[in-house]
């Protein structure tokens, strides 16, 4: 069985926030998502349109987040957690959110994206030119770089691709090189 099977199976071929049958995918749960079984959700277009881009966001439509914030799968509450973050001002909510525990590490992810963060609070990430780096994006390194407990030597003009950022510090950015997953900082990147 594939992805999508396991996935219908699990929600019983409905959207697993708003319950509809239409027009379902998947949709991989950001921001560097595990994918598979546990980092994904079968959401309908409506759902998946209105998380991507919060400017379209109906808070009404997301009233059904009162039954599937309650969901057994982690994946379901991460977003569930986001929605009712950026939503939180509309008043229920924020109700909501009082009474959804996230275990210490699903909170984290679901924090991972800076959702429910007001924006004079969030932290940003810049390379070495001050251009703003996202997760996701990739960079190349501008300069050779030891890595901490190796004897490995990050090149200059190294490419790291799919980067992820530390939310906690505005100066670190997570990938891989070499297949190693490593620190780096970000005035020693430029993003591609």
Request: contains cysteine; proline residues 3%; glycine residues 8%.
């Amino acid at each position: 069985m594939g992805l999508l099977e396991d996935l219908q199976d699990r929600s019983g071929k409905v959207c697993e926030f708003c319950g509809t049958a239409d027009t379902l995918s998947i949709y991989e749960v950001p921001p560097v998502s595990t994918g598979g079984f546990d980092g994904s959700v079968l959401s309908c277009s409506t759902c998946i349109g209105q998380i991507e881009n919060p400017d379209t966001t109906d808070a009404n439509h997301w009233r059904c987040l009162n039954d599937s914030m309650w969901s057994e799968h982690d994946a379901v509450k991460v977003v569930a957690w986001r929605m009712l973050s950026r939503l939180k001002s509309e008043g229920w909510p924020q109700d909501l959110l009082d009474m959804l525990y996230l275990e210490p590490e699903t909170l984290e992810w679901a924090k991972a994206t800076g959702e429910g963060v007001l924006e004079a609070d969030k932290i940003v990430h810049r390379d070495a030119n001050g251009a703003i780096l996202e997760n996701g994006d990739s960079v190349v390194l501008i300069k050779d770089l030891k890595v901490k407990g190796s004897s490995m030597v990050a090149k200059q003009g190294t490419a790291v691709r799919r980067i992820s950022l530390d939310h906690e510090n505005a100066e670190y950015i997570e990938g891989r090189v070499d297949g190693q997953q490593i620190v780096i900082i970000t005035k020693y990147v430029k993003k591609v």
